[in-house]
């Protein structure tokens, strides 16, 4: 049963594997482990690596209720809170040497919105109301010093004056404003509505989500743009097919936490469209590809992408009742336990592989980009969504 593989795939792997990453001696977790599994315990920490990962953790205790977990989650709360908050010009700072000291001291706003999803996920296993503050003093600090009127600015300096984005920008074009930092100020944001309420962040919500409608989402290609100007123009042809596939299920679950109809019933109508045309033009059969270039797709098989793609098929079944959407999911399952978790003993999950299942060497197991964020979801989604299925 689907659900009962995902909680063993959390259980048996995912979480001791990011457990054997905990630094009891400098805090937080270990930042590197490269392809042929060899820890780098003396490599730089990325904060968004620690924030993912104490927002893993969280998220694993309020579901299985181990104290271990809690304790994991603790670790990475305090190694945010204590090191990698900046107390003069406020917010997180982009990366910490292994001792916690700031190495890149950017401010981004991809950034400030993972560690906002973090201590909210914090606090909602914990109770501790210092981190629900920290989280609100970053939603006001994005508010105050990252946008304009247009929408949401992305990179600064240390003492937030604006500078080129360097490290949300891919492709051969340097973007402005970026789909992704977008939809994750998205995620953190839902998270602190939820566990607070709070009426100014809803209304941030709904400004996001009118830059989705109106600024992100083509109607005619049935796609987000992925790389914008200031003022939210296309520079590039580039459909992000992982991001669309997670944008529909992230931007239904906020619409389900703000409960307004009239809303749910517009945007839906969107997400319907990026759960089809991704899996028109994505998903093969077996898997999903990871984007399309100026009409060249990507075939390779990113591991977030098909951690991302096993959530969004199941909301679109959900939504929707399609058949072919589970089917979707489940064949991409089956082709992660076949392809994408790596067998070797101390490992997790490959980073990538060909359309064809085979891992392609060099890139690293563990780095600031590489965690248990997206495939921990998963197993937490599908236990969540499928928990009195028959197929769960």
Same mark, same amino acid.
């Given at each position: 049963?689907?659900?009962?593989?995902?909680?063993?795939?959390?259980?048996?792997?995912?979480?001791?594997?990011?457990?054997?990453?905990?630094?009891?001696?400098?805090?937080?977790?270990?930042?590197?482990?490269?392809?042929?599994?060899?820890?780098?315990?003396?490599?730089?920490?990325?904060?968004?690596?620690?924030?993912?990962?104490?927002?893993?953790?969280?998220?694993?205790?309020?579901?299985?209720?181990? @104290?271990?977990?809690?304790?994991?989650?603790?670790?990475?709360?305090?190694?945010?809170?204590?090191?990698?908050?900046?107390?003069?010009?406020?917010?997180?700072?982009?990366?910490?040497?292994?001792?916690?000291?700031?190495?890149?001291?950017?401010?981004?706003?991809?950034?400030?919105?993972?560690?906002?999803?973090?201590?909210?996920?914090?606090?909602?296993?914990?109770?501790?109301?210092?981190?629900?503050?920290?989280?609100?003093?970053?939603?006001?600090?994005? @508010?105050?010093?990252?946008?304009?009127?247009?929408?949401?600015?992305?990179?600064?300096?240390?003492?937030?004056?604006?500078?080129?984005?360097?490290?949300?920008?891919?492709?051969?074009?340097?973007?402005?404003?970026?789909?992704?930092?977008?939809?994750?100020?998205?995620?953190?944001?839902?998270?602190?509505?939820?566990?607070?309420?709070?009426?100014?962040?809803?209304?941030?919500?709904?400004?996001?989500?009118?830059?989705? @409608?109106?600024?992100?989402?083509?109607?005619?290609?049935?796609?987000?743009?992925?790389?914008?100007?200031?003022?939210?123009?296309?520079?590039?042809?580039?459909?992000?097919?992982?991001?669309?596939?997670?944008?529909?299920?992230?931007?239904?679950?906020?619409?389900?936490?703000?409960?307004?109809?009239?809303?749910?019933?517009?945007?839906?109508?969107?997400?319907?469209?990026?759960?089809?045309?991704?899996?028109?033009?994505?998903?093969?059969?077996?898997?999903?590809?990871?984007?399309?270039?100026?009409?060249?797709?990507?075939?390779?098989?990113?591991?977030?992408?098909?951690?991302?793609?096993?959530?969004?098929?199941?909301?679109?079944?959900?939504?929707?009742?399609?058949?072919?959407?589970?089917?979707?999911?489940?064949?991409?399952?089956?082709?992660?336990?076949?392809?994408?978790?790596?067998?070797?003993?101390?490992?997790?999950?490959?980073?990538?592989?060909?359309?064809?299942?085979?891992?392609?060497?060099?890139?690293?197991?563990?780095?600031?980009?590489?965690?248990?964020?997206?495939?921990?979801?998963?197993?937490?989604?599908?236990?969540?969504?499928?928990?009195?299925?028959?197929?769960?």
């Amino acid at each position: 049963m689907l659900v009962d593989e995902m909680k063993e795939e959390l259980e048996s792997h995912i979480i001791p594997f990011w457990m054997s990453l905990k630094d009891d001696i400098n805090g937080g977790y270990y930042g590197y482990m490269d392809y042929d599994l060899k820890l780098y315990m003396e490599h730089s920490k990325g904060v968004i690596l620690n924030s993912r990962i104490t927002w893993f953790f969280a998220n694993a205790y309020m579901r299985l209720k181990d @104290e271990k977990l809690l304790s994991c989650a603790r670790h990475g709360y305090e190694f945010l809170r204590d090191k990698c908050i900046d107390r003069q010009f406020g917010g997180v700072y982009w990366e910490m040497d292994h001792k916690g000291n700031p190495i890149d001291t950017t401010k981004h706003t991809y950034n400030q919105a993972f560690a906002i999803y973090a201590l909210c996920a914090y606090y909602e296993a914990s109770g501790d109301e210092r981190a629900l503050e920290i989280a609100t003093e970053i939603y006001d600090l994005i @508010e105050e010093k990252c946008t304009d009127e247009y929408g949401y600015l992305e990179a600064f300096t240390v003492d937030f004056r604006p500078q080129s984005n360097e490290k949300l920008s891919e492709n051969g074009v340097m973007a402005a404003k970026t789909m992704n930092t977008l939809l994750h100020v998205l995620e953190g944001y839902t998270q602190l509505y939820k566990v607070s309420g709070a009426k100014k962040v809803e209304e941030s919500i709904r400004r996001i989500l009118n830059i989705f @409608e109106t600024k992100v989402y083509n109607p005619t290609l049935k796609r987000q743009e992925v790389f914008f100007d200031n003022e939210y123009n296309s520079i590039i042809d580039l459909h992000s097919y992982g991001h669309d596939i997670e944008t529909a299920w992230l931007v239904d679950r906020t619409l389900e936490i703000l409960d307004d109809p009239e809303l749910k019933k517009r945007l839906a109508e969107i997400t319907r469209e990026l759960t089809k045309q991704t899996y028109k033009v994505a998903f093969d059969g077996n898997s999903f590809a990871n984007e399309c270039e100026k009409g060249v797709v990507d075939t390779n098989r990113v591991w977030w992408v098909q951690a991302e793609a096993v959530v969004g098929f199941i909301n679109g079944w959900q939504a929707t009742g399609k058949s072919e959407y589970m089917e979707a999911a489940m064949s991409i399952w089956k082709f992660i336990k076949d392809k994408i978790i790596d067998k070797r003993d101390g490992s997790e999950w490959f980073w990538v592989v060909d359309k064809d299942g085979k891992p392609i060497g060099g890139e690293p197991i563990v780095e600031p980009w590489k965690c248990p964020y997206h495939n921990g979801r998963m197993c937490f989604e599908v236990m969540d969504r499928l928990k009195n299925d028959n197929r769960g």
